[in-house]
């Protein structure tokens, strides 16, 4: 063929494309990758730049309105290609507060108007974002705001704040907190309602905000707080529910926590000022982050405007599904790689985000994680992040590339939930009967072993015994979190209570009581699910994710009924943080300082740590756990031991023992040696 023929073939074939809408681009591997800064609004008050990347589209449009919802259209602009498939349209004046979509036309037919995915402010229902100028969103003394520190070491005075298995984490629902007839709140399921000071219970005692900074906790872990789909937010005192995991729009706050979910800057002025607010009470802020999938698929933001390409498809075509929620992103994917990054810099920046939780972590690709990692903590250094080291559903891309728990050792600074303390604790989540070793399951030490050693190699410890994981996984025990029950599945109340259904009311409050003191004098990045410091329940309702306020509501009226089980846990969280024992960095002293006792009697794991090594205060430590339904006599090393906590209660009169002592049924007892 020669070359007047080539260059007839290529303008025909460019003909047609036009005509029939085709992309340039076979398929969206071959995307052009934008390395800006820039995409989103840029505003100032003498023009505002939007900027799209829609590199299949032909054409693009940005049409303005008057307000959040409604037939109430401006004014639509042609925007106008530039590189690497951008999209842009400048316009001089000032905008603020006028809302705005994307509009895309892709193989011969427009797309569905949707918000800019990088928009940090919309309005009602997620539906269209907002042109906003941050500096209005900002509460009073937003410049003096602060990240706290949360540890008493040495490095505290080279300005970090503190170590991952310094923290000590509290996992919260917004609405929960403060939603209850009990909390004394004023502004009940907002997020002005856990920025308020002095609020009481019904008898007296501190709740929400207060409640939070009494128990002593060190981060509070905020369930998704972005804007998500499931609340019709133009009903805002209905009695709608959610927990978050269904993502919209992910980097501006949800407008049904907000006072005013019409107008963008609310929700952000308002989180903020809970952000500000437990940074005054010396707590450190999680967010709960869902990058893993989006609510909706194909009308989706992001595939209305770049179809196919956020998510990753399966072979034989078709949507791939590891979250089982319809739909997985593509993290390994340039863009959505860029998007993720630059969302959580943007939650870290503008909001001083101190954390971050990841929804089905398993679902991201290792590569793209670790970028997160040294990209935040370039910021932050002492920023916590952590995530679930699993999928809900089989992944396209292979497991030696993703984020999972078996694979946390090619993690940089990021930790994993080890479920194999979890269902060693209390019984496996997925069979309601099943028990823990805190209910008599005595075949489950040696899991409740590995979750006192935050899954690092140690000595003394049968890997063939464990439930779940065959070997060691961690390298560090910041690469683990140690928690015996989170939002998903029963709370540890009903599990107990289900599974041990012959057992009385107070046997249950020791199994308790046990599984918190595991959890608390274990290695790892101690984490506690809220409520449970006074036995919370949801009246057996094993998946509350959508139930009503009556279920999953705090009712703060049991922290004065179950007065003992919360100055319990009070007390082990202080004895945490004071005592450096307990927060051991490095998988080396795991396996030199803990000694686990060669087991005197079925059911009982008892274990001492060489507290001075780490300059603790308390040179020895012995700590006896007793899963078992019988009483029973340990022997103490040698030497006469002071008492911290004997049988699930702080010590108030005993001195010391020595030689031996009474282990009551399902109790735990901490001894120390100055």
Sequence with gaps: ?????????????????????????????????????????????????????????????????????????????????????????????????VYYVFHVFIDGKWSNQVPDP?????????????????????????????????????????????????????????????ISATSGIKNKGKFLGLSESGTKSDEGLSTGLDHLKELGVTHI????????????????DSTQYNWGYDPLNYNTPEGSYSTNPEN?????????????AMHDKGLRVVMDVVYNHTMLTESSNFNQLVPGYYFRQKEGGGFSNASACGNETASERPMMRKFIIESLVYWVKEFHIDGFRFDLMGIHDIETMNEISATLHSIKPDILLYGEGWTAGSSPIPDSLRAI????????????????????????????QDRGFVSGKTTASESVKFGITAACWHPQIEYSLINYSKQPYATSPSQVISYCECHDN?????????????????????????????????????FLHAGSEFLRTKKGVENSFKSADSINAIDWALKSKNRDVYSYVKGLIAMRKDH????????????????FIPQQVDGVISYSIHGAKVQDDWKHIFIVLNGSSHEQRIQ???????????????????????????????????????
């Excluded at 450096?580 to 000694?595: D, G, Q, V």
Aim: charged share 25%; aromatic share 10%; proline share 4%.
């Design 580 to 595: 450096p024992a307990f927060r051991l960095t490095t998988k080396e002293e795991i396996a030199s300082l803990i000694e």
């Design 264 to 276: 963008g800057n609310t929700r952000i002025k308002e989180f903020k000022t809970v952000i500000a």
């Design 118 to 178: 990088y928009a940090k402010a919309v309005g009602t229902n997620g539906k269209r974002a907002m042109v906003v100028d941050l500096k209005d969103t900002n509460p009073e003394n937003w410049e003096n705001d602060y990240s706290p520190a949360f540890a008493k070491r040495a490095y505290m005075m080279k300005g970090i704040g503190g170590l991952p298995t310094d923290a000590i984490v509290y996992e919260l629902h917004v609405r929960d907190a403060s």
């Design 405 to 432: 728990k078996k694979n946390v050792a090619q993690l940089n600074d990021i930790a994993v939930f080890s479920d194999d303390m979890r269902d060693g604790i209390k019984g496996s989540v997925f069979e309601a």
């Design 1 to 97: 063929m020669n070359c007047i023929s080539k260059k007839v073939l290529i303008i025909f074939i460019i003909m047609l494309s036009t005509l029939f809408g085709y992309s340039q681009y076979s398929n969206t591997q071959e995307y052009p990758v934008y390395t800006g800064n820039d995409l989103g609004l840029n505003y100032s008050p003498s023009s505002s730049t939007f900027k799209l990347w829609a590199p299949s589209a032909e054409k693009a449009e940005i049409i303005f309105y008057k307000s959040s919802l409604g037939d109430d259209e401006i004014e639509t602009y042609e925007m106008t290609r530039e590189s690497h498939g951008t999209w842009v349209k400048r316009m001089d004046r000032d905008l603020k507060g």
């Design 636 to 674: 103490l090393p040698e030497g006469r031991w002071n008492i911290y906590s004997s049988n699930n209660k702080l010590n108030e009169s005993i001195p010391s023992v020595k030689e031996s002592t009474l282990i009551h049924p399902f109790s735990a007892s901490i001894f120390y040696k100055e």
């Design 490 to 526: 029963n709370v540890l109340w009903d599990k107990l209570s289900i599974s041990n259904e012959l057992a009385s009311p107070e046997s249950i409050i020791e199994m308790h009581k046990l599984a918190l003191s595991i959890v608390l004098t274990s290695q790892g990045i101690s």
């Design 221 to 236: 872990h905020l369930l998704p707080s972005y804007d998500f789909y499931s609340i019709d937010e133009s009903l805002p």
